[in-house]
């Protein structure tokens, strides 16, 4: 399943915060864009009906929490991001990466460490 930009908004803010209430989520959402309340629970009830979150009912609110995992679902977004944008080719995606941002000497050496494990069969 590939979340939309707006409900990857929401699983982001849950990942990182664990389970909350749409009242919670839309406060975390107006920190960075203006959002109306019932916008933000009309698309986590869509989110709830598509298998992305599920809820609990806590007195008279809902807690919600993501049913899908932050690791797995960056996974199938990068996969799809490279086969859909870069032909498949990840030395396409990381030469266009390296080439238009400034990358810092620690950010490198991090590179090469991965590089190495990969090549030595660590990863």
């Known amino acids: 399943m590939k979340p939309t930009a707006s409900e990857l908004d929401i699983l982001q803010i849950l990942w990182q915060n664990g389970n909350m209430t749409v009242k919670d989520i839309n406060e975390e959402i107006n920190k960075v864009k203006e959002t109306g309340y019932t916008t933000t629970l009309k ?4 989110m709830h009906e598509k298998g ?3 809820r609990e009912q806590n007195g008279r609110s809902h ?14 977004l990068l996969k799809y991001f490279i086969q859909s944008t870069f032909n498949g080719s990840t ?9 238009d941002h400034k990358t810092t000497r620690e950010e490198l050496e991090m590179i090469r460490e991965l590089l190495n ?3 030595k069969g660590k990863k």
Request: proline residues 0%.
């Open 43 to 46: 698309l986590m009830q869509i």
């Open 52 to 54: 992305l979150l599920s």
């Open 63 to 76: 807690v919600y929490k993501a049913s899908i995992k932050e690791d797995d679902t960056k996974s199938s």
């Open 91 to 99: 030395a396409s995606l990381v030469m266009q990466a390296l080439g």
């Open 117 to 119: 494990d990969i090549e």
